[in-house]
C-alpha cells in the first residue's frame, strides 16, 4: 500500500491534496494548501487558462462537448479548485445567466425540469459549489424535488412525449451529487433534499447499481468499466463514490459493484482507465489502458467507506465475506458460495456477486 500512495502522491496537486484528506487523514491546513495549489499549477491551471475573457470556455456554455463552460468547470470541481476562485465563480455566474435567466420565477422553475434536468442537476452542482446561490438555486432544487419519477430518481425526459416510466441513472446520478452539496451546506431544502437523495439511492439498490429489475441482465456493460472524468454518464464507480460521500449505509445489495470494484484492479495494485467518452478536450488527464490515478484514489476512498476506515483490496475482500455471511441465513449459497438471489429464470450475469433484487 505504501507504494501505491507514494505512487499517487507522485501526481497532480489535484491528486496529492485528495490523498491527503481522504487516506491520509492530513490536518486541514496542509490538504488546503496542497488544494490552493490546483488555481497555479497541474491540470486545473491549464483549465483555467482556457477561460476566455468573456468567462465562457470553448465558446460555450453546455456545447461544444467537452471543452464547454459546464463540462470544463464539473472537471475542476472533480479536480476540487478552491471554492472561492474567482475565475470559476465568474464562469458558474456566465453559465447559470446564459442557461437558466436572471430571474427567480415559475419560468425558471418550469425550465428546470422542462429543459433538462440532467444538465439541471450540473448546474445546481455547479452553483452550490462555488457559491452561486440566492434564490435562483433555490427554485431550481425545489423543482427537482417536486418533478422526480415514481421510483424515486430522475429522468431528463420527464414531460417528454411518450413520458418515461423508469428513472435515468444518467439523470439520476447528476441530480444526486447536486443534491448531496446542497444537503452539505443545510438551507431551506436539505432537509427534503435528504429524504430525495434516500429515495433515489433505493432506486439504484433495486437494481443492484447497473442491473434490470425486470430480467436481472446488465443493463450496459460499459457501466462496469471505469472512467475519468465522467461527464455526465453514469458507472458504477462514480454511484458507488456518491454513496459513500453521502456516507450511506452498507448495503448488501452493493456487494456485486465492490466486487466489480475489486476485479477491476491490476496486480500492481492500481486501477486502470478502461474508457473515454469521446468528444473534443483540452488536454488528456491519462491514457485509456495505463494506470489511473484518478480511479486509483476513487476506487480507495470508496473501499475506505465500505470496510469503515481501511482501504485496502484484501479489506474489501475480508468484508464482502462477513457480508456474505450475514446473509448466509436468508438466502441459499451457489457452488461458489454466492447468494443465489435471482428466481431461477433470471440470468445474473458473469460479475461474482450477485445484487439483492426484491423480485426480478
Partial sequence: MDKILSWLMAGDPAIRWQLLRDLLDAPETKWQAERRRTQRHGWGAQLLAEQAPDGIWGGGLYSPKWISSTYTLLTLVGIGLPQDNRQARRGTQVALDGLYGLKADDALYHRTYAFDQCVSGMLVHLAAYFGIAGDRVSVMVKSLLENRMPDGGWNCRIKRKPRPTHSSFHTTINVLEGLRLVIEQGGVHSAAAQEAERN??????????????????????????????????????????CFARSNAPRDVRLMESIDSLLSRRRRDGLWPVQRKHPALVYFDMEKTGGPSRWNTLRALRVLRWWNNGQAGASDGERSLRVHRDKIKSHYDLDSHGNPELFPPNCKSGRLGFRAVFPNC
Fill in 200 to 241: 433515489a439511492q433505493e432506486m439504484l439498490l433495486r437494481h443492484g447499481l447497473f442491473r434490470s429489475h425486470r430480467t436481472g441482465q446488465v443493463i450496459d456493460e460499459r457501466w462496469t468499466l471505469l472512467s475519468f472524468p465522467p461527464r455526465w454518464h453514469y458507472d458504477i464507480l462514480r454511484a458507488l463514490d
